[in-house]
């Protein structure tokens, strides 16, 4: 199994701004992450437009070339909403841990991403060191959907054993 694995990319889903709403007042968002064949949730909360998940989910690294895809969803009894969805290519921040950076300062900013029509960035984003970590900040606007953005946390972390990027 290891032999398969680049890396694993820990998810910190922080919050959604201004995500639509679903039922009477509000929406009840949860988010599904998907890369090939893996599929993670966040938890639900309740009556809001301006979710705080602060939720860790990880992803198994084999192919870094796959999209991260997000799926926003409104939770109900019988069928769930959508919410909007977007994609994220993290070919950027592998490129970034390729690079093997020791010894620099803490938050010291290595690439940064603008938002263009290829990608679902609501705005600038930085890859950067922290304590000896390549991390992500990515805020996403949703597609497919009237209004939302979702804030994001990535980072990546080697697997010993496995053939890394």
Known sequence: MLGHLVGLLRVRV??????????????????????????????????SVNPEWN????????????LVKLDVFDKDTFFDDPMGNAELDIR????VVRMRLQGVEDNTVVKKLVPNRQNCLAEESAIYMSE???????????????????ELQLQWIDIPGAKGV
């Open 92 to 95: 950027p921040l592998v490129e």
């Open 14 to 47: 922080l919050r959604g701004v201004n995500l639509a709403i679903r039922d009477l007042r509000s929406s009840d968002p949860y988010i599904v992450i998907r890369m090939g064949k893996q599929k993670l949730k966040t938890r639900v909360i309740r009556k």
């Open 55 to 66: 939720d860790e989910l990880t992803l198994s690294i084999e192919d870094p070339t796959l």
């Open 132 to 150: 000896g970590a390549v991390k992500q900040d990515v805020v996403l606007r949703l597609r497919n959907v009237e209004c939302g953005e979702i």
